[in-house]
C-alpha cells in the first residue's frame, strides 16, 4: 500500500472515531435529559372517583411516557395548598373557592389552578324526598347540617334571598363528625353535598333524595370544584416539568371519561378500601362531567373566575377581590402549549 493511501485510511478511521465518540456523547446526553423525575402528588382527602384521572395515567404508562414518577399522597398534616404553596408536594387538589381565599388573604397563599378537574359544579343542597324540601324557600323550619364554613352560609342566604326566604328560619347545626348518610338519615334535614360522590352513595343505598343544585338557582355559583394546583415557583423555574404532568393527566381523565369502568379499577388498585359498588356508579356520572361541554379536558374560562370571585367578595366570603389572572391558567394544558 502507498504512503497516500495509508494517510488516507487513517484520516478516515479517524473521522469515524470522532464520530462515533460524538454519537456517544449525544446518546448519553440525551439519556440523562430523559431521567426519571420524581414527583409528590398530594390529594385534597381519600381518594375518591374525582382522582381516577390520576390513577389511571399511573397504570396506563402515561407519566412513564413523560419520564415522571408520581407518588400520591393525602395530606397528614395542614392542607394541600399550603404544603404546594411551601414545596412539601409538586401538585395537588384543590377547589377555586379555596385558591381564591388562599390568594386573597391577609397573607396570600402563591398557588395556581392550572387544569379543572370538572367543568362544572356538581355541589347542591340535599334532602329526604319524604321531608318535600323542593326550593330554598322550604328550607325554612329545617334543620341544615354545617360544615363550619362561612361559604355554606352565603350559598344558603344567596339561594333563600333569591327565593324569598328567610336564613333566619333556618337551624344551623354542626354535624362535622359524622357522614352524610348518617346525618341525613337522622340528624338533620338538609346538607350540602356532591352529588358524584354522596348523592350517588344515597342512591345505591336507596335512599331517594331531593337535590337543588347550585347553579340552578345562581348562574353564578357555577364554578370549577376541584382543580389541580401547583406553586407560582414551581411554574416559574419549571414550566416543561407543568406541561408534562399536565400531558399524562390530560390523557388520564380523557381515558376515563371515555372507559369508566376500566378506569375505576385503577383507582381501585391504588384505594381497594373503597366500595366497588359505590365506585363504579361514581365514576360512571362523573366521568360525563369531566369534559362535559368543553372542547378539552381541563380548559378553565376568565369569565367563571372572575363570576365567583366577585360572588365571594359581594357576600363576605372574601375581603378583597382576586387577581384572576394571577389565580389560574391553560397555558400547561396539551392543546394550550
Known amino acids: ?53 390520576i390513577y389511571t395515567a399511573i397504570e396506563k404508562g402515561y407519566f412513564e411516557d413523560e419520564n415522571l414518577e408520581v407518588d400520591v399522597i393525602q395530606p397528614s398534616e395542614g392542607d394541600a395548598n399550603v404544603l404546594v404553596a411551601n414545596g412539601k408536594g409538586d401538585f395537588g387538589i384543590s377547589f377555586q373557592e379555596t385558591v381564591t381565599m388562599a390568594r386573597t388573604s391577609d397573607n396570600p397563599v402563591p398557588i395556581v389552578a392550572i387544569a379543572a378537574v370538572l367543568q362544572h359544579n356538581t355541589s347542591g343542597f340535599a334532602s329526604l324526598s319524604e321531608n318535600n324540601i323542593l326550593s330554598p324557600k322550604d328550607f325554612e323550619n329545617h334543620i341544615y347540617g354545617s360544615w363550619g364554613t362561612d361559604i355554606e352560609t352565603a350559598f344558603i342566604n344567596t339561594l333563600m334571598t333569591k327565593d324569598n326566604g328567610d336564613i333566619n328560619k333556618l337551624d344551623i347545626v354542626d354535624i362535622t363528625s359524622y357522614d352524610f348518610l348518617t346525618s341525613i338519615t337522622n340528624d338533620v334535614d338538609l346538607q350540602w353535598i356532591y352529588y358524584g360522590w354522596d348523592g350517588i352513595a344515597a342512591q345505591e343505598n336507596g335512599i331517594d333524595l331531593n337535590f337543588i343544585k347550585l347553579q340552578d338557582i345562581d348562574p353564578d355559583l357555577d364554578f370549577y370544584t376541584p382543580v389541580i394546583i401547583t406553586s407560582e415557583k414551581m411554574i416559574n423555574e419549571d414550566p416543561e416539568l407543568v406541561s408534562s404532568f399536565l400531558r399524562a393527566v390530560a390523557k388520564g381523565y380523557e381515558y376515563a371519561a371515555n372507559n369508566p369502568e376500566d378506569a375505576v379499577n385503577d383507582l381501585l388498585k391504588h384505594a381497594p378500601e373503597l366500595d366497588k359498588n359505590l365506585a363504579i356508579p361514581s365514576q360512571k356520572y362523573l366521568s360525563k362531567e369531566y369534559i362535559s361541554d368543553a372542547d378539552n379536558w381541563g380548559i378553565m374560562k376568565e369569565s367563571v373566575w372572575t363570576t365567583f370571585s366577585q360572588w365571594m367578595y359581594n357576600n363576605n366570603v372574601i375581603s378583597k377581590e382576586l387577581d384572576v389572572k394571577q389565580a389560574f391558567t391553560n397555558e400547561f394544558l396539551p392543546n394550550n402549549e
Not at 449525544?26 to 420524581?38: F, P, R
Request: charged fraction near 15%; include cysteine.
Open 1 to 53: 500500500m502507498g504512503t497516500k493511501k495509508i494517510i488516507y485510511s487513517c484520516i478516515i478511521l479517524l473521522v469515524l472515531l470522532l464520530v462515533t465518540s460524538c454519537q456517544n456523547e449525544t446518546n448519553l446526553s440525551e439519556n440523562a435529559s430523559q431521567e426519571t423525575k420524581k414527583i409528590t402528588f398530594i390529594l385534597d382527602w381519600l381518594p375518591n372517583t374525582n382522582h381516577t384521572g
